[in-house]
């Protein structure tokens, strides 16, 4: 099972990026998915997670500005995000609940990230 992120690159502050991450494999479900960040220099932190059932929660950073959503039988999960500032600049990393067959338990799965720049 892997994750493939997908959308990064470079924005000037007050633009818009999109990322997506897949989820490839053998899956049986993916519950909670969810989007990391991590600067130079920092730990790597919460932006946003979603459930199956489409609840989510966000960085208080980010509420108002990122709009996280997923499609399930894709196995995707995408980050719109909105009004960039250069301090949202990082590495941004998708990781996924996942279940491989119906008796297994949930595994905790890392995407290899993608570089999100904000600069002028």
């Known amino acids: 099972v892997q994750l493939v992120e997908s959308g990064g690159g470079l924005v000037q502050p007050g633009g818009s990026l999109s990322l997506s991450c897949a989820a490839s494999?053998?899956?049986?479900?993916?519950?909670?998915m969810g989007w990391y960040r991590q600067a130079p220099g920092k730990e790597r932190e919460l932006v946003a997670v979603i459930t199956y059932g489409g609840s989510t929660n966000y960085a208080d950073s980010v509420k108002g500005r990122f709009i996280i959503s997923r499609d399930n039988p894709k196995n995707t999960v995408y980050l719109q995000m909105n009004r960039l500032k250069p301090e949202d600049a990082a590495v941004y990393y998708c990781?996924?609940?996942?279940?491989?067959?119906?008796?297994?338990?949930?595994?905790?799965?890392w995407g290899q990230g993608t570089q999100v720049t904000v600069s002028s």
């Open positions: 990781r996924g609940q996942v279940q491989g067959s119906p008796n297994s338990d949930y595994d905790w799965i």
């Open positions: 494999g053998s899956i049986f479900s993916v519950n909670v």
